[in-house]
Nanobody, 129 residues
Framework: QVHLVESGGGSVQAGGSLRLSCVVSEYTYDRDALMGWFRQAPGKERQGVAAILSDDRTTYGDFVQGRFTVTQDKDKHTLYLKMNTLEPEDTAMYYC??????????????????????WGQGTQVTVSS
């Protein structure tokens, strides 16, 4: 069974940086592999942050505006999210997720949670002003 474990969250001041990690086990990195980061703040809907395909092409939510970078190390079975210039609005629980790219995929669809079958338990990010 696929298992994902996030780490790297914490509390930072506005303008600071964090790097989240997600160790993935029992997941097959084939050509349809799809990994993503999502976040959810209290009282708000889950929001797609970033997604990465097996060939390392990426897509981001509009709110990212160049501040975050998603990468993966398939040899280490680890997904990363480097977050720079953090803002208080970035405060949320961050989740990594694994799924499969559908045949009729589009870039915007890769940030939708129904595509992902497996989820981690989340890591909290808190940004103070």
């Amino acid at each position: 069974q696929v298992h994902l474990v996030e780490s790297g969250g914490g509390s930072v001041q506005a303008g600071g940086s964090l790097r989240l990690s997600c160790v993935v086990s029992e997941y097959t990195y084939d050509r349809d592999a799809l990994m993503g980061w999502f976040r959810q703040a209290p009282g708000k809907e889950r929001q797609g942050v970033a997604a990465i395909l097996s060939d390392d092409r990426t897509t981001y939510g509009d709110f990212v505006q160049g501040r975050f970078t998603v990468t993966q190390d398939k040899d280490k079975h680890t997904l990363y999210l480097k977050m720079n210039t953090l803002e208080p609005e970035d405060t949320a629980m961050y989740y990594c997720a694994a799924g499969r790219k559908p045949w009729d995929w589009g870039w915007s669809s890769l940030l939708r949670s129904p595509l992902y079958d497996y989820w981690g338990q989340g890591t909290q990010v808190t940004v103070s002003s």
